[in-house]
């Protein structure tokens, strides 16, 4: 098989939103872009809140990163990335990550420490505004 992802965005209450992300066949390399229009997600908002597990697989841990741009743990544009690996990674920033309307995606990296047979589901919220 080959890598694959889905999103599924439900509004939790009044401008919280939760984004889960699945994915199958997952690597160290793969990337889910979230586009935030498509999605029905704000165009401006904050990450308050992730959880990244690994349900199956040769994976052991995983490090999530989201960005503003692909490839972004390389890259220069803002970054909620993870600084221990893990399984599960649970995290709530003590201030959350913003993004404005200058940008019209966000891209996640769950970062499997092993393997290109991982299932892994991760979790954001996300506030509307910031």
């Known amino acids: 098989m080959a890598y694959a992802s889905t999103i599924t965005v439900q509004t939790a209450a009044t401008g919280l939103y939760v984004v889960r992300i699945d994915e199958?066949?997952?690597?160290?390399t793969d990337e889910v872009e979230i586009d935030l229009a498509a999605e029905g997600l704000p165009a401006c908002g904050a990450v308050v809140a992730r959880r990244c597990v690994v349900t199956a697989g040769t994976a052991t841990t995983?490090?999530?990163v989201l960005g503003d741009v692909t490839d972004p743990a390389n890259a220069a544009g803002w970054l909620f990335d993870t600084t221990a690996a893990g399984n599960p990674v649970h995290q709530q920033p003590a201030v959350p990550v913003s993004y404005?309307?200058?940008?019209?995606?966000?891209?996640?990296r769950s970062t499997p420490d092993a393997g290109a047979d991982n299932t892994i589901v991760t979790v954001y919220h996300v506030r509307q505004g910031w």
């Open 24 to 28: 199958t066949e997952a690597s160290g």
């Open 62 to 64: 995983v490090q999530p």
């Open 100 to 108: 404005g309307t200058q940008v019209s995606s966000l891209f996640h």
